[in-house]
């Protein structure tokens, strides 16, 4: 099992990362107020299967990099960095787009609700880089089976990422009308997912190498 300390970390950092607006988000909050909760619930499945996808790839993976690629970490902790300062720059950067401007979307069948919200998250870079980029630098070697950790801390994105998410399809068409009749408040909330992810990526670029 990883460290509590990174646990602790790890998670917060995937807290941060499912609060961005993104691909998943998007998709999810058009679905749920377009089509309704339950449809909401089936894409969410999907995103859900998604994400065991890129688990179970990190995770094997990982495991051979550590043994093979020195400074390994170092490399993929400078491109998670890099990445969520991407992203904060795309949440607050000029003409950036709230997640809940929602887009119109047909109405689907339960199989194409799931299979979107797999293609969707399996499509998302997002993700990628975070299992690629992020997850590894919260393992710590010599405490512990390398994919032992990897899935400890795969498996607490997917339950924190799944659970706000979920709470989102439940809130979406409320939380929607409240961000289209006020700008501000979506200004607000882009500022504040932007604050998030650089406040993220300065501490990973300045944690010294395990």
């Known amino acids: ?9 790890f998670a917060f950092v995937a807290l941060g990362m499912v609060l961005s ?5 998007i998709y999810l909050i058009s679905r749920s107020i377009c089509q309704g909760r339950r449809a909401g619930f089936i894409s ?54 709230s997640a809940f401007a929602v887009r119109t979307l047909p109405a689907d069948s339960p ?14 870079p997002k993700v990628a880089v ?12 010599g405490h512990g089976s390398v994919l032992v950790q990897s899935l400890a801390l795969g498996t607490t994105q997917i339950m924190i990422s799944l659970t706000v998410n979920g709470l989102i399809i439940l809130m979406a068409g409320s939380v929607s009308v409240f961000m289209t009749g006020r700008p501000f408040w979506q200004v607000v909330q882009r500022w504040l997912m932007g604050t998030v992810l650089a406040g993220l990526a300065v501490r990973m670029a300045l944690e010294s190498r395990r």
Do not use: C, H
Request: no cysteine.
């Open 1 to 9: 099992m990883p460290e509590i300390t990174s646990l602790l970390a």
């Open 44 to 97: 969410l499945a999907g995103v859900g299967l998604g994400f065991i996808f890129y688990m179970l790839s990190a995770a094997f993976g990982i495991t051979a990099l550590v043994f093979a690629v020195p400074y390994a970490y170092d490399t993929l902790r400078i491109a998670g960095a890099l990445y969520l300062l991407y992203l904060a720059w795309q949440a607050v950067r000029p003409g950036g787009r």
């Open 21 to 25: 607006p993104g691909p998943n988000m």
């Open 130 to 141: 975070m299992y690629l980029s992020l997850l590894p630098q919260f393992i710590v070697p």
């Open 111 to 124: 199989r194409k609700l799931f299979m979107m919200g797999l293609l969707t998250n399996l499509a998302n």
